[in-house]
């Protein structure tokens, strides 16, 4: 049985580096990577391939770890979480549409776009998530793994997403912007309950949002190959 117990130590440092972060603006911007040489030499089709094997990936294990977290934590006795206690994913505020393209743009431009900061972010959470089940008592390896797979291939899938955006958008690359998660209080806090609900919360929407980035990586596939929804 999960138990989120944790350590008076469990991470001053973190705690610091945090309060940076929760000093952001709901918005923040992150510079782009300097080189794209990994996906420079790689044809648009092979970047599309790679890209889908990836999302469906992350889409499998996050359904897992979902999955493995409502099996040792639902069911204990007194407690129960329903999607009645879900409040809005931080990342709600992005709308990964093929109606938002401008008549101007390239196919796929806004799309992709968008889905490097739904995935972007997603690191910060992830980071904390796995730095602080790492401190938990009991906590399942099993989720450890999976969130630490997650964020590892999350990584990949913005830079080849990256790769592509780079195709299909010649030019200097631009600052992103993404939402960003504030819930690393409730993560931290002493209340075990409050910490069960805001990683059930997480866990949903990263579940939510992996499904819509899988989606959307076969739409993108149809109509920068085939010019057509499919």
Avoid at 49 to 71: G, K, P, Q
Avoid at 92 to 106: H, N, P, Y
Avoid at 167 to 185: C, H, M, S
């Amino acid at each position: 049985m999960l138990s989120l117990s944790q350590p008076c130590f469990s991470g001053t440092l973190l705690m610091l580096l945090a309060s940076n972060f929760l000093l952001w603006k709901n918005v923040a911007p992150v510079p782009m990577h300097a080189s794209l040489d990994e996906y420079g030499e790689m044809s648009i089709y092979d970047l599309l391939d790679h890209v889908t094997i990836l999302s469906h990936n992350v889409s499998e294990l996050t359904a897992e770890m979902h999955r493995i977290f409502m099996e040792d934590v639902r069911y204990k006795p007194g407690r129960w979480f329903s999607d009645r206690y879900l409040t809005a994913c931080h990342t709600s505020t992005l709308t990964i549409s093929v109606s938002k393209e401008g008549a101007r743009q390239m196919p796929g431009v806004f799309l992709v776009k968008e889905m490097i900061s739904m995935l972007t972010a997603w690191r910060y959470p992830l980071y904390h998530v796995i730095t602080e089940l790492s401190y938990m008592e009991q906590a399942p390896d099993e989720i450890i793994s999976r969130a630490r797979n997650i964020e590892e291939k999350i990584i990949v899938l913005i830079e080849a997403l990256r790769g592509i955006l780079s195709k299909i958008q010649p030019g200097p690359p631009e600052n992103e912007r993404y939402p960003v998660w504030n819930e690393l209080a409730s993560l931290q806090s002493p209340d075990e309950d409050l910490r069960h609900l805001t990683l059930f919360n997480l866990f949903q929407c990263l579940v939510k949002d992996s499904r819509k980035i899988d989606s959307s990586i076969r739409l993108l596939k149809c109509k920068l190959l085939y010019n057509r929804d499919c």
